[in-house]
Nanobody
Framework: QVQLVESGGGLVQAGGSLRLSCAAS????????MGWYRQAPGEERKWVAS???????EYAESVKGRFTLSRDNARNTVYLQMNNLKDDDTAVYYC?????????WGQGTQVTVSS
């Protein structure tokens, strides 16, 4: 069982930046594949970015060049740096972990971009 706790969401003006954090439980964080998803009101949850074990981060086209995913294995934490935020980035952002054949989710953190 892996528990994920997101933080860092909030209200930001268009063009601004936020950094989301996701702290994971467990002693094998370096073996977790990690990712971020988001869900806007009335829409399905969509993939934003992810990183597989030993791989490079990959990004949805809508955030490529603006968002950066990174991980700190010593802190069991994955980050999503979000720059040049747009209205369309408003959503609840969820951290996700794939480990041992199971997909785990955090509770989500709200990001609201105002124009």
């Amino acid at each position: 069982q892996v528990q994920l706790v997101e933080s860092g969401g909030g209200l930001v003006q268009a063009g601004g930046s936020l950094r989301l954090s996701c702290a994971a439980s467990g002693s094998r964080f370096s073996a977790y594949s990690m990712g971020w998803y988001r869900q806007a009101p009335g829409e399905e949850r969509k993939w934003v970015a992810s990183v597989r074990i030993g791989g490079s981060a990959e990004y949805a086209e809508s955030v490529k060049g603006r968002f950066t995913l990174s991980r700190d294995n010593a802190r069991n934490t994955v980050y999503l740096q979000m720059n040049n935020l747009k209205d369309d980035d408003t959503a609840v952002y969820y951290c996700s972990c794939w480990f041992g054949g199971t997909n785990y989710w955090g509770q989500g953190t709200q990001v609201t971009v105002s124009s």
